[in-house]
């Protein structure tokens, strides 16, 4: 047996013993017969690790931010207490709450920013302590059975609104690391609804990383629970973790070089992301009753795969204006590369006093449609008194980090013909520069040989 075939027959090996081992967690037998308690059952094993959980920011919502212009660096920023027109509200404002009955609605409802915590709501974002210890919900990132449907919002017997969890022993005894449905279900539903912010769907016909059978933990590799993200200029807060393909792929992926050439100045995401979809457009002045009696915001929306990207500079740092938020970034600042985004228009209302963009509590308009009592609620709950609120718009650069794509890759002609993807006046160049970009002379000899290749 040669030494290629022997490796590969001893990796085979390692690989299936490590899938059976797997499926068997170590504390089956223990789960099975004492149940599962929540934490405490896992930290017979895993000591300290619910408090350590306390302290990222799936369980925060919020962190420093050190990319972001206009941010006192002493504070922390996230989901907590962001304001922006994707959400127009956080989860000071809009905290998991039931909805005053719409008039003609057959049911009561609940909303909040964060439905999507992974705590029990009593014990809710930022919160320390025992009690919050507790009441981490481990198996929702961490079963694969988990039962979604007993996460609902529901009063308990004092009046408390409370966020279920499915803490079965049957759900304890499928643990393993996050599946795609463990992290999607939250991500991919994120901004009031399926495709609404991401605009992606992590599969195999979305995605190569899915169809060579990856998961989300495979990239955003987790040390204790803080998981590492991209440099989305809408994503704020993070675990001061960072990811880039880079981590995976060296800086010279492609056999060819003149491809390698490009990533000095190209973005792996610019040639490998080419379509984003999600909301590209939403209004909280106006909105719309829906079938059950409630209200919802005017929101336009196209699926995956729907939407080009648009392209621009950016170095990794943030502006952030009222009006606009996005890369920062330019071809001659030796840091920038070009990336692809998607655009998201959000219109709100600011206050004419300091031009700053306003709140929402969604509880009010949800009920009768009043944007204004909406208005009114956060900004008393937030203690602004001086106000007076005018609608306008705000533009938000969404980084495009997923979709990626081998087979559909941008090539020579994409970008260098006269009618590509890319625009290289509004990129900076001048004509001259342009023109020089836009000549067949570049690219027509290797693109002919391809040719000839994939005939």
Same mark, same amino acid.
């Given at each position: ?14 690989? +299936? ?49 050190? &990319? ?10 996230? =989901? ?5 027109? =994707? ?80 803490? /079965? ?42 169809? =060579? ?20 200029? &809408? ?24 491809? &390698? ?53 950016? &170095? ?59 208005? +009114? ?29 081998? /087979? ?38 290797? =693109? ?8």
């Amino acid at each position: 047996m040669n030494t290629k075939v022997l490796v590969g027959t001893l990796m085979a090996g390692l690989l +299936a013993t490590a899938a059976v081992e797997a499926k068997e967690h170590a504390g089956k037998e223990y789960i099975q017969k004492n149940g599962y308690k929540g934490p405490e059952t896992c930290e017979v094993c895993h000591a300290g690790t619910a408090k350590q959980f306390l302290t990222t920011v799936h369980w925060k919502h919020a962190s420093k931010v050190d &990319n972001v212009e206009n941010l006192d660096p002493k504070q922390e920023y996230g =989901m907590k207490n962001r304001i922006y027109t =994707m959400c127009n509200g956080n989860d000071i404002v809009n905290n998991l709450k039931e909805i005053p009955k719409a008039a003609d609605a057959k049911k009561t409802k609940f909303s909040g920013c964060n439905t999507c915590h992974p705590g029990n709501h009593l014990s809710d974002v930022g919160s320390t302590g025992a009690e919050a210890e507790a009441a981490v919900d481990c198996l929702v990132c961490h079963s694969n059975s988990y039962d979604f449907s007993k996460r609902a919002p529901h009063k308990d017997d004092k009046g408390n609104v409370v966020l279920g969890q499915d803490r /079965s022993t049957e759900a304890a005894l499928t643990i393993s690391k996050p599946t795609v449905k463990n992290c999607m279900t939250c991500h991919e539903a994120a901004g009031g609804g399926v495709y609404v912010k991401r605009g992606f769907t992590f599969t195999a016909e979305n995605d190569v990383h899915a169809a =060579m059978g990856m998961v989300c933990v495979d990239c955003h590799k987790t040390e204790n629970h803080r998981i590492p993200t991209g440099f989305d200029p &809408n994503n704020w807060a993070h675990d001061g973790l960072r990811l880039s393909c880079e981590g995976c792929h060296t800086e010279k992926p492609h056999a060819n070089e003149a491809y &390698n050439n490009h990533t000095a100045h190209i973005a792996c995401q610019t040639c490998h992301i080419t379509r984003t979809g999600g909301t590209f457009a939403k209004d909280f002045t106006v909105w719309e009753k829906l079938s059950d009696g409630y209200y919802e915001p005017t929101t336009l929306r196209k699926e995956a795969n729907e939407t080009t990207p648009v392209y621009a500079w950016y &170095n990794k740092t943030v502006a952030n204006r009222p009006d606009f938020i996005g890369p920062k970034g330019d071809r001659k600042d030796g840091k920038s590369k070009i990336y692809p985004f998607k655009i998201f228009q959000g219109k709100a209302f600011f206050n004419k006093k300091d031009g700053q963009l306003m709140s929402m509590d969604f509880a009010p308009p949800m009920s009768s449609g009043d944007t204004l009592a909406g208005v +009114a609620s956060a900004a008393k709950i937030l203690g602004i008194k001086d106000y007076e609120p005018v609608p306008g718009w705000q533009t938000i650069y969404f980084g495009s980090n997923h979709l990626v794509t081998k /087979s559909k890759a941008l090539t020579c002609n994409n970008c260098h013909a006269p009618n590509g993807v890319l625009n290289f006046k509004d990129l900076g160049y001048s004509e001259a520069e342009v023109k020089k970009l836009t000549t067949p002379e570049l690219y027509f000899k290797y =693109m002919a040989e391809k040719q000839k290749e994939d005939w």
